[in-house]
C-alpha cells in the first residue's frame, strides 16, 4: 500500500527503468511503459511552445513513436484546436493502431463558449473519434474540467461524467480517467470511483511536492497516476536563466534559485538536470507512467538516454535538500 512506502523505500526500491517494460495501468487490464509520449507539441502551438512543427516533421514523429520502445500514447481534443488529433489519425490510417498499443485522448469543452456539458462531452468524443478515424480508444480522459464546470455540476445528472459513462458502457471508450491540475479537486473525481486512471500535471517534480496526497490517494484505489510535465514547462531542462517561467507562468524568484542549485548539484556529479527531473517521477513506484511530450523523432532517443542515466544516490539526497519548502504555488 502507498501508505507503507517511505521515502527511503521508494529510493532502494528504485533501479534504472526497463523502457520496455510493461506496468499494469491501475486496474483497466491494460499494461503500458513507464514512460507515456505527449503530443501536445505536434498541434503547432509556437505561441506556448516557441517553434512551430510541420505536417511532415509531426506525422514522422508519430511514425517513430509507433515503432519504437513506448506503447502509451497520450493526446487531446483541444491540443491545436484538433490538429493533434489529425496529425494521429493520418498515420493511424495508412498504419491502424498496433495491437498492444494504449491511445489516450481527452474530453474537453466548447473551445468557444466553454460548455462542459454531457451534450458537448458527446461531441468532443465524436469529434476525437472522427480526426483519429477510430471507431474505439482505449482511454478517454475529462479534461481540465477546473476552468469550466464545478465538481457537483460534472458530476451532476446529465452533466459530463455521467455522458462519459455512458459512453463507455456502450463500448465507444474503453476506460476513464480525471485530468487536470488542482490536487484537491483530482482527489474528489478519484474518490467518486468513476475513473481509472487520473493525470496530474507540473505538481510531481523536483520542485512542487504538491501531488503527493493525490498519488497516495490513486495507489490505495488501484487507480493509474500519471504524471504530466516531469519538467514543469522546461525549467527543469533549459534552467531557470533560460526557461523562467514553471507551467508556462511566472513564478517565484526562490523557485528559479532552488532550479539553479539543483542544476549546480547535478553538474557536479554530471548528471543531466532532465535527466534528473524525468528519473524524479520514473523512480517512484506509484507513478505508473510520466508523460513527455515530443515533436521529433530525434526526441525519443534523447528520452531513452534521460531515462537511463546513472545517477549517484547521493545527488538524490542533495536534490531534496534544494526542494523549496513550501507547497501550494500552482494551486
Known amino acids: 500500500m502507498a501508505d507503507d512506502l517511505t521515502d527511503d523505500r521508494r529510493t532502494a526500491a528504485y533501479e534504472l527503468p526497463d523502457p520496455a517494460e510493461r506496468r499494469a495501468f491501475g486496474r483497466t487490464g491494460l499494461t503500458v511503459t513507464p514512460i507515456c509520449i505527449g503530443t501536445s507539441p505536434l498541434a503547432s502551438m509556437p505561441a506556448l511552445y516557441g517553434y512551430a512543427v510541420d505536417q511532415e516533421r509531426a506525422e514522422a514523429t508519430v511514425e517513430a513513436v509507433l515503432d519504437g520502445p513506448f506503447n502509451f500514447l497520450d493526446t487531446s481534443n483541444n491540443y491545436g484546436a484538433g490538429t493533434a488529433e489529425q496529425r494521429i489519425g493520418a498515420v493511424l490510417r495508412r498504419r491502424g493502431l498496433p495491437d498492444g498499443f494504449v491511445l489516450a485522448t481527452k474530453a474537453d469543452a466548447d473551445p468557444d463558449s466553454g460548455d462542459f456539458s454531457g451534450e458537448r462531452v458527446r461531441r468532443s468524443v465524436e469529434e476525437s473519434l472522427e480526426r483519429l478515424g477510430l471507431d474505439h480508444v482505449p482511454m478517454m480522459y475529462l479534461h481540465d474540467p ?140 506509484r507513478v505508473t507512467s510520466t508523460i513527455v511530450g515530443i515533436s521529433e523523432p530525434a526526441r525519443i532517443s534523447t528520452t531513452l538516454e534521460l531515462a537511463t542515466t546513472p545517477i549517484p544516490p547521493e545527488l538524490w539526497d542533495e536534490l531534496d535538500q534544494c526542494t523549496p519548502a513550501y507547497g501550494g504555488w500552482l494551486d
Open 146 to 285: 477546473e476552468f469550466h464546470v464545478t465538481f457537483e455540476q460534472a458530476m451532476a445528472p446529465g452533466g459530463a461524467v455521467e455522458a462519459l459513462v455512458a459512453l463507455r458502457d456502450a463500448g465507444v471508450v474503453g476506460h476513464l480517467g480525471i485530468a487536470g491540475g488542482p490536487v484537491e479537486l483530482m482527489r474528489r473525481f478519484v474518490g467518486t470511483g468513476v475513473f481509472e486512471a487520473v493525470i496530474n500535471h507540473n505538481r510531481w517534480t523536483l520542485v512542487n511536492r504538491e501531488a503527493d496526497p493525490l498519488i497516495d490517494d490513486a495507489a490505495r484505489r488501484g487507480v493509474a497516476f500519471v504524471n504530466g510535465a516531469p519538467y514543469g514547462g522546461g525549467m527543469l531542462v533549459k534552467g531557470p536563466d533560460a526557461q523562467p517561467r514553471y507551467a508556462y507562468r511566472d513564478t517565484d524568484e526562490s523557485v528559479r534559485e532552488a532550479v539553479r542549485a539543483m542544476r549546480r548539484a547535478c553538474d557536479a556529479h554530471g548528471v543531466p538536470l532532465a535527466a534528473a527531473a524525468l528519473q524524479f517521477s520514473l523512480r517512484d513506484p
